[in-house]
């Protein structure tokens, strides 16, 4: 008799059979349920009809292939479908029994592949059919496995019969009501096979759909089945699934997180928004964190499964799917790298920690590759990205011995090896080191990039003369495209341009320029079919700088500027925002230095005017950021006033310390030239916003940066201070209502100039006076040209912020203004009848970078560079056309991505931070010391030197071995070491201001005992030494005298009077022309002596007796002595010779003039003419193109940008 809770006990059963696979109990469930509940025959028959299938099904692929079991069990269930579809019209009081049904009928036109049918007999979803149903929490779990099932057979239906869009649409219409069915609780078999049956073809059919570009992947759902699929993957309770295959058919569960990975990859790749369909719910700020946790997820588990089940392969197997997502790992990650994310995108350790992810990912992907060549090439860039140099050139040396015996094999064998890198890739990657190492390393780095680059113009050439050969060489090798060839070309000039600067050998530094010239000029040649790389005119400009071609650099530089910008996708994903007016920068400071040689320093303002201006708006740079600092310039106030409110970054925040540091070595420039201009007074007070600027662009660095400095401008200046924006800079009024200076008046202006000053190193009360040049034309009159200006006295400049120049400056308090453009004065403010300098009010408010509001068009440029040209003599254009013939400069286009963003440490930043700092207080303390402010020079240098010892100190400490005191370390410019002796050098510097010039020597001393080839110590005792051999600087006496005034007035430098027993010495003649090691020539002249007797010629060079006391044979007491014995006097020459000599053959020496100047005097000194000729000539010729600083200060990375 039928039993009601028994049916209902049995119907549950059956369920739980079904949703289990127990197939082998249905038969018997389905006769319990026929006895205790004969009404419910539509759900009797369709559980008949399944485990029929199913049984089938099994049956089939035991014994037959996976493709014909789905029609063998067709032949055996079809008898089912009368019985079961007459079921289905009577079934009216259980809608889910007939749902379940409805279902069956369709799977069996499905298994019998009649897929039309299947189509018309598939009910819709659920909720469709049944509306009064809202959810499918209240169902049983067999009716959401048939709600699956119909989902997943009617796409599968329209995907076969060639839809892929309305079989995308299906699945997508079903999954809103089936994303939770497997989240509740653990699921079991059948609903686990169905979902993953219908994820699986959902996600691999919208996989195809988005490779193939049906499918937008800006769409907010894109990404729903791939989302759903990773909620099926977790919902198993913290326990994954396992790799492999999901059911019988089916694609690798890894294959399936290939294609998400893909999607993602792809969003991040176009710069695409984030789409937030079925996304889940997490605490991430921001849409690109957010992104960047949903694909490292992703990349997780597929990396996981495909490492998991693949086997190391023979030597000749190849392991495709790995290197596949080794190069999609390395495209995600040079963006995430890039410029265009900020730290707080990438998440908890931000870009180390990515980077050092990638880096396990590679290692990772070694183990599961033989001889990978791709992998090495990444474990090179992504060790240098971390910094990492020593494991990156590592890494680079053996890829570099693989491609070489690869490509050997290739060329022997003839048959393609897959596993081996295009000759493309090649020469990128070997570019790419030889950047490196110009950019971050020394001298054993430069002479290993001048190797490397001998290899690649070999690898090039040969490169060549295979693709210019028949089509038949060529079979086997991918074309290399045009840009890889400019690439190398610009590389193998970089080398040789950094290699010119370390060689030992003077001699061939001429022809290793001219090679770095002609191949960074071949760069740059339009056969390439490419837009100019920045990087390539940056280095030539430069090139051509040090080797004095100024016309030709201030047109490829002015070229480069005015030229269009190349259109590029997605440049700001990997270079930034204001990726070419930030990376414009260091040639709008080369084109100020440029300039400013030509003495044209309105037009060098103004150039560095145009590397802040171009960004139009000063709070694009600065941001909203509030600033330290009593001093604050327009610029900066304007940044601030932007937004009272704001906090917002700007682009400074973002840069790295090389681009900071360009930016901070504009702004001293602009500071040289305000003091060639203005003077140092004027200088002085502008110098105090490098103490606001450094912490802005820098951050604290635990140093209270206004302690020494907190001082008012001298009174004495304050009468001829001059409002900058009146002067030199104008105001915003007049730069855009004036028309352009004329050259005639320009040159008039710059005829105002006073005389440069002579060597400071020497005491100013007994200067040397330099040797008049006269530059004559072949008829002997003067030359009118501007050399003839500058090489007269070598004058026509201030010594800026060079320590040591070649004429006095005239420190007069008269001094005339030069180059004035125009202003009101600043007065003095008048209180109690003293005159006290106040700042500047609004109106006159001195901007030094000069920001306005305006912004800077092309048309303002070009009229600014156009004029900056005006005046090129016809020979210099000349000149200037064949330097750039072949050069095509018509667009500029972005750096190649050819380094990485390099992210160092935060103890090196906090290194490279402090060393800046260091250069800056010492630039400021030469401003304080030309000022005349002798007492705030001191604290400045103070400061510097305190910087310095805690450097010394934290680099002692360390433990590591990494670091060093005399080495300077990768991406570091100078060793502590170096930096000690800058600090002991402005020491000796400002000694010698204060008329102590033992003082001094003993400072320049210090400074060569930490750096032996420092240049200014070097000029600066050299020419102490040789004041000391021509009798200029009497020594001090051994033993103070009874007259403490006049002792210590000798003490401090000034020359004793004459005792009256020195008339009473017999007179020697003038010391000997012949310093130690140098060939002796004739002595300058005769003196009264060898014309009347008794000297002969023999004799003159012979070494002269010292001075003695009369009567006696020996010397006479020190306290009585008015000069040094003569082999002092010698030592002194002969060592100030072999300083100089070594220092003009080094890199930092070969083109510094005050060196030459020095050295010329030295070869004067000794009699050889001919030479101190020669030096002259070349120290004339160097002042002719000097900047109003040093090229070293445009060279933050070397040559490379």
């Not at 049983?140 to 496995?145: I, L, Y």
Request: glycine share 6%; aromatic share 8%.
């Amino acid at each position: 008799m039928p039993d009601t809770a028994k049916a209902a006990q049995y119907v549950a059963q059956l369920d739980d059979a079904r949703c289990e696979e127990s197939w082998d109990a249905v038969p018997e469930l389905v006769r319990k349920v026929r006895k205790h509940a004969p009404d419910r025959v539509c759900l009797t028959l369709t559980a008949e009809t399944e485990a029929a299938i199913a049984k089938a099904g099994q049956k089939a692929t035991s014994a037959d292939r996976p493709s014909t079991a789905s029609a063998i069990a067709g032949l055996e269930v079809s008898g089912h479908l009368p019985n079961l579809l007459a079921a289905i019209e009577t079934e009216q009081t259980y809608p889910e029994h007939r749902f379940q049904a409805k279902v069956c009928v369709g799977w069996v036109h499905w298994v019998l592949r009649e897929y039309s049918l299947a189509l018309t007999r598939l009910p819709d979803n659920f909720d469709q059919e049944y509306p009064l149903y809202d959810t499918l929490d209240g169902l049983s779990e067999w009716t959401k496995v048939c709600a699956l099932k119909a989902a997943y057979l009617r796409a599968n239906c329209l995907a076969r019969d060639g839809k892929r869009t309305g079989a995308l649409e299906a699945f997508e219409s079903a999954l809103p009501s089936l994303s939770g069915v497997w989240a509740t609780r653990p699921a079991r078999q059948q609903l686990r096979y169905w979902a993953e049956l219908f994820l699986t073809e959902y996600c691999m059919l919208a996989g195809q759909a988005i490779r193939e570009g049906e499918k937008s992947l800006t769409d907010p759902n894109c990404l729903a089945c791939f989302r759903t699929w990773s909620k099926y993957w977790a919902s198993s309770k913290g326990a994954p699934l396992a790799g492999g295959y999901g059911f019988r058919g089916s694609v690798p569960r890894r294959q399936v997180w290939s294609e998400y990975y893909y999607a993602l990859s792809e969003i991040l790749q176009q710069d695409l928004p984030f789409p937030t369909g079925h996304a889940a719910v997490n605490n991430e700020a921001s849409a690109k964190n957010q992104l960047r946790a949903e694909l490292k997820k992703v990349e997780t588990i597929y990396q996981g499964l495909l490492f998991t089940e693949t086997r190391f392969p023979k030597a000749d197997e190849q392991r495709a799917e790995v290197e596949d997502f080794v190069s999609r790992v390395m495209e995600n990650w040079a963006i995430l790298n890039g410029r265009g994310w900020k730290e707080q995108d990438l998440g908890a350790g931000g870009r180390e920690s990515l980077s050092h992810g990638v880096l396990d990912t590679l290692y990772g992907a070694a183990t599961k590759t033989f001889h990978s060549t791709a992998v090495l090439r990444h474990l090179f860039t992504v060790h240098l990205a971390v910094a990492e140099f020593d494991l990156a050139f590592m890494s680079f040396d053996s890829y570099l011995d693989l491609i070489k015996k690869g490509k050997a094999r290739v060329e022997k064998t003839g048959h393609h090896e897959p596993a081996l890198d295009d000759d493309a890739a090649m020469l990128e990657t070997i570019s790419a080191c030889i950047a490196a190492l110009c950019r971050y390393g020394g001298r054993e780095a430069a002479e290993k990039a001048r190797n490397l680059a001998n290899e690649l113009e070999h690898l090039v050439e040969k490169l060549r003369q295979v693709f210019s050969a028949p089509e038949g060489g060529v079979a086997s090798r991918t074309v290399v495209p045009p840009n890889a060839f400019a690439l190398s070309w610009q590389s193998i000039g970089l080398a040789h341009a950094q290699w010119a600067r370390m060689t030992y050998d003077s001699e061939s530094r001429t022809q290793i320029q001219e090679r770095a010239t002609q191949a960074l000029r071949k760069s740059l040649s339009p056969e390439f079919g490419r837009a100019v790389d920045i990087r390539g005119v940056f280095a030539l400009g430069l090139l051509y700088a040090e080797q004095r071609k100024l016309s030709v650099a201030i047109e490829l530089i002015k070229t480069a500027l005015l030229a269009d910008k190349a259109v590029e996708e997605n440049q700001d994903l990997h270079n930034g925002p204001y990726w070419r007016e930030r990376s414009l920068i260091p040639l709008w400071h080369l084109l100020a230095l440029l300039l400013s040689a030509r003495q044209e320093y309105v037009m060098a303002a103004r150039a560095c005017e145009g590397a802040i201006e171009q960004f139009k708006d000063p709070y694009v740079l600065f941001g909203g950021k509030h600033l330290d600092g009593n001093y604050r310039s327009d610029h900066l106030n304007e940044a601030e006033g932007k937004d009272e409110k704001s906090t917002g970054d700007g682009l400074v925040d973002e840069m790295d310390d090389y681009e900071k540091e360009s930016i901070l070595e504009i702004k001293m420039t602009q500071l040289a030239i305000l003091e060639l201009v203005e003077g140092p007074a004027v200088a002085v007070n502008a110098s105090t916003e490098l103490l606001t600027l450094f912490p802005r662009l820098f951050g604290d660095v635990e140093q209270k940066l206004e302690l020494a400095l907190k001082v008012e401008p001298p009174k004495s200046s304050a009468a001829t201070l001059r409002s900058i924006r009146g002067s030199v800079f104008g105001s915003r009024s007049e730069r855009t209502s004036r028309p352009r200076q004329s050259v005639a008046n320009t040159n008039e202006k710059l005829a105002t100039i006073p005389s440069r000053p002579q060597t400071t190193q020497t005491v100013q009360s007994i200067a040397t006076t330099a040797p008049a040049i006269q530059v004559t034309n072949e008829n002997g009159d003067p030359r009118s040209s501007r050399k003839s200006r500058k090489s007269e006295s070598i004058k026509g400049r201030s010594e800026s912020s060079r320590r040591g120049s070649l004429r006095k400056r005239d420190s007069s308090g008269s001094r005339r203004r030069a180059l004035s453009t125009g202003g009101p004065q600043h007065q003095p403010t008048v209180v109690d009848g003293e005159r006290f300098f106040t700042p500047f009010d609004d109106i006159n408010l001195p901007q030094y970078f000069n920001f306005s509001s305006r912004s800077i068009t092309a048309t303002s440029r070009s009229g600014t560079l156009k004029h900056s040209e005006s005046h090129i003599s016809n020979g210099s254009s000349s000149q200037s056309n064949g330097e750039l013939a072949g050069i095509s400069v018509a667009e500029v286009e972005s750096f190649a991505r050819l380094l990485p963003f390099v992210q160092f440490t935060q103890d090196h930043n906090k290194r490279r931070r402090r060393a800046i700092l260091v250069g800056v207080w010492l630039a400021i303390a030469g401003f304080y010391r030309r000022a005349g402010l002798l007492d705030d020079a001191q604290k400045a240098c103070a400061e510097a030197q305190k910087i310095v010892q805690g450097l010394e100190t934290d680099v002692s400490s360390d433990t590591s071995g990494s670091v060093s005191v005399r080495q300077a370390g990768w991406g570091h410019k100078k060793s502590i070491e170096e930096l000690l002796g800058d600090v002991w050098a402005e020491k000796g510097n400002l000694s010698i201001a204060r008329e102590k010039p033992y003082q001094a020597r003993a400072n320049f001393e210090t400074a060569l005992t930490h750096y032996p080839d420092h240049v200014a110590a070097i000029v600066g005792l050299s020419s102490i030494l040789m004041d000391v051999y021509s009798e200029k600087l009497l020594p001090p006496p051994a033993v103070p005298g009874l007259d403490m005034v006049a002792s210590a007035a000798t003490i401090d430098g000034t020359p004793l009077p004459p005792p009256p027993s020195t008339k009473a010495l017999p007179r020697y003649p003038s010391l000997p022309s012949v310093p130690l090691g140098l060939a002796t020539t004739a002595p300058l002249g005769p003196t009264a002596e060898t014309k009347s007797g008794p000297f002969t010629k023999e004799k003159l060079f012979q070494p002269s007796p010292p001075a003695v006391a009369p009567g006696t044979g020996e010397l006479p007491p020190p306290y009585k002595a008015t000069s040094l014995p003569l082999l002092d006097r010698l030592a002194a020459r002969d060592r100030a010779y072999m300083l100089l000599s070594g220092l003009t053959k080094l890199g930092t020496g070969w083109n510094h003039s005050e060196a030459w100047f020095a050295l010329a005097r030295a070869y004067e000194e000794s009699g050889q003419l001919d030479k101190a000729k020669d030096a002259l000539w070349w120290c004339v010729e160097l002042e002719d193109a000097r900047g109003a600083r040093e090229w070293e200060s445009v060279r933050v990375g070397g040559y490379v940008l």
